[in-house]
């Protein structure tokens, strides 16, 4: 017996192909694809701690993604857009207008305070949000614009901690402050000295360098003619290895050595080159060490499998950073800057650092600071 197939049938078997094929075109059109940017020294002397921040943005963009999220409707689909700053304050404005041009959806970035606050106007011009992991300079948030926000301690708190460890906890009576000029360095510099003049600590010496100096043997001769017990130092950790290295060069093994978050590094030994006297350093980083984050020990080990020895400081802040920008579109219910920002400074958010919420300036309602040392080469937590 002979099958022939009808007009009919033929015509419905098609209709049925172009429904088929056409249904996974319509179903791609439901996919809309929000760029997320992170911008830092992924270069330079400092890049592994920028690439430490950026790591993090990458990985909260995994973890969003593995969400499904629907935002106005529509399936989402984040990507990571990564701009270098090279930490010079001129490349960070030129990175921040490429970033409004190309109109991603938010920034997380960027990691100094001194490319922080000239790009924080440029944002705010285009109405992009940005949130810093890392900048402490309280400039940063003095302007008081609702696309600036910061998820960690400021200089204020920093600078008085590790002053107030130095005269309530070692003793200290006399210390030289030196500083890399920058608006992070001079400005965590100027903090401690204020507090620690206050506590009664003597001032014998204030010297100055820049962020990209190694040799610091004629400040450090000057400073040693003083007999401080300890130096401060404003800076990042690619200049305060080399100074504690010259430290024990020049005779100066037992003088303590003070800091901030940029320097309270996991790279500081290697940059020391295993220096005897990183056991005399003290740092202050703002927020909870992370062992002592309410998620901090899961996600380690979940950022230590992806980017096995790259951890230094700032990359759990940097992914709560993320989680809060997309929290912010979430509760908008839509990822246009225009709709979502003024959500973000009514963040109620559970992150792995903390409970994050924000004050009317951007800052964190209640920050956290941790003061740390070094043991055995290894960064240890105090508190």
Known sequence: MQITSSPVATLTLTAAAVLALSAPLAHAQDVQVVRIAHAGPTSGGIAHIGKDTENGVRMAIDDLNAQALVIGGKKIKFELVTEDDAGD???????????????VAGVIGHLQSGTTIPAASIYNKCGIPHITAA???PDVTKHGYNTTYRLIANDNALGAAVAYYAHDTL?????????DRTAYGQGLADVFKATAEQKGIEVLATEFTNDKATDFTAILTKIKSKKPDA????GLDAQAGPML????QLGLPNVKFFGGDALCTEKLPELSSMSANLSNVTCATGGASVEKMQGGKEWKKKYDARFPGQFQVYSPYAY????????????ADSVD???????ISKTQFKGITAN??????GELTTPAVTLYTYKDKVRVSLN
């Open 356 to 361: 994050i919420a924000f004050t009317p300036k």
């Open 320 to 331: 709560d950073a993320t989680f809060v920008l997309v929290d912010a579109m979430k509760r």
């Open 89 to 103: 304050p001129r490349q960070a404005t030129a990175v921040a207008q490429k970033l409004c041009d190309s109109k």
């Open 231 to 234: 130096i401060f130092y404003g």
């Open 337 to 343: 800057p225009k709709v979502y920002v003024p959500f």
């Open 171 to 179: 003793k200290i009576k006399t210390v030289a402050v030196i500083d």
């Open 135 to 137: 900048a402490t300079n």
């Open 245 to 248: 290295r010259q430290m024990m």
